[in-house]
């Protein structure tokens, strides 16, 4: 093992969440930093994300090394969005969850989830259909609303991205748009990969595959209901949708699919998304559809993500799955604890030697 914990050079791959934040933290603790990004930030996964901060409501019953390593992320958010917030920046917009079920078997699914997490301690309170429309006046009047969740937070992903951006600049990082083909030919001492379902081409014994996702943007018109204030995370007939409100609207995600690198966005999908968000906020009508767009979640065989060392010179950052946000913070300090030799005990369920 190399003596690393000099400060050092360090090219960083992947211009996402994951790469920008783990830019900004290794060059505010005095590495020398370069971002290799291949595409404009309006083009990047994180750009197209809906923002939800919701280990909770996401979480799925026995998956707990994912639920642990969120929730030790999600303790560090409030102190990253204050760092972020500093200047311009508006990252927050909305606090708190409605986990809702549109039929039987819905609500049966929704009462496993939240029975484990109450078995585990977790804050899940049960919540009444009088509660959840005193709450959210614009639900729709047959749901089954199941449980809330106070603690978890919505973030404007495109305003972090770019706040993320600004701070790793300011901090001494250098940002390259170039594609990197090879991690031989970079002159820097140490590499991160961070380049999300691109990351097995990098480094092929590692297994990333995209998962597509489309997600729409609505805007609110002068005589549209208002938008939720809180996240609504609805189960309807086995489909799952998500609101996550914004100042001004609402983003509404999002499908999954196996289909490769693939990011058209298909009629089937708008469809659904639209049917499954008027199912639940019936107000969806009336707005205005100002973005339609798909994504690639990158995912490994177990749901968690890739964070650590790979050999001497290469470590990961990759594999963030539905959970790329909210595992930012994290995931940057696990990089820099590598780096300086001392690895994080709470990343230790992600070390990508797990596989070997
Ligand atoms: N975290 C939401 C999604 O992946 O669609």
Not at 98 to 110: R, S, T
Not at 222 to 248: C, E, K, N, Q, T
Request: hydrophobic residues 45%.
């Amino acid at each position: 093992m190399p003596d690393v914990t000099e400060r050092c050079s360090v090219a960083v791959i992947g211009g996402g969440v994951i790469g920008s934040t783990v830019a900004w933290t290794l060059a505010e603790a005095g590495h020398r930093v370069t971002l290799y990004t291949d595409r404009a930030v309006e083009q990047s996964t994180t750009w197209v994300a809906g923002g939800m901060l919701a280990p909770w409501s996401e979480a799925w019953p026995g998956d707990s090394g994912l639920l642990d390593l969120s929730l030790a992320s999600m303790r560090a958010w409030p102190g990253f969005a204050a760092r972020l917030e500093q200047d311009e920046h508006r990252v927050i917009t909305a606090r708190g969850s409605l986990a809702v079920a549109a039929d039987e078997g819905d609500v049966a699914d929704l009462h496993r989830v939240m029975a484990w997490l109450e078995a585990r301690g977790e804050p899940v309170a049960p919540l009444s259909r009088r509660e959840a429309r005193a709450l959210e006046p614009g639900l729709a009047a047959g749901l089954r609303p199941v449980f809330q969740v106070q603690d978890e937070l919505a973030v404007d992903n495109r305003a972090t991205l770019l706040a993320l951006r600004e701070l790793a600049v300011r901090a001494g990082a250098t940002i390259e748009q170039r594609r990197i083909s090879s991690l031989a030919s970079l002159p820097q001492d140490q590499v991160v990969v961070a380049a999300g379902p691109w990351t097995s081409e990098l480094l092929p014994a590692l297994r990333v595959r995209p998962v597509k996702g489309e997600i729409m943007r609505l805007a609110r018109r002068s005589f549209s209901a208002p938008p939720p204030r809180r996240i609504v995370r609805g189960w309807v007939r086995g489909r799952h949708v998500y609101l996550v409100p914004r100042p001004d609207g609402m983003v509404v995600g999002a499908t999954q699919h196996e289909a490769g690198f693939d990011t058209t966005v298909t009629a089937g999908g708008v469809r659904d998304l639209l049917a499954d968000a008027e199912a639940v906020f019936p107000g969806v009508a009336d707005y205005a559809i100002t973005d339609m767009s798909a994504g690639l979640r990158p995912v490994t065989p177990d749901n968690i993500p890739l964070i650590g060392r790979v050999d001497d010179r290469t470590l990961v950052a990759a594999g963030h799955g539905r959970n790329g946000m909210l595992l930012a913070p994290l995931t940057g300090s696990a990089i820099l604890a590598e780096l300086d030799g001392q690895p994080l005990a709470e990343a230790a369920a992600a070390h990508p030697r797990r596989f070997a």
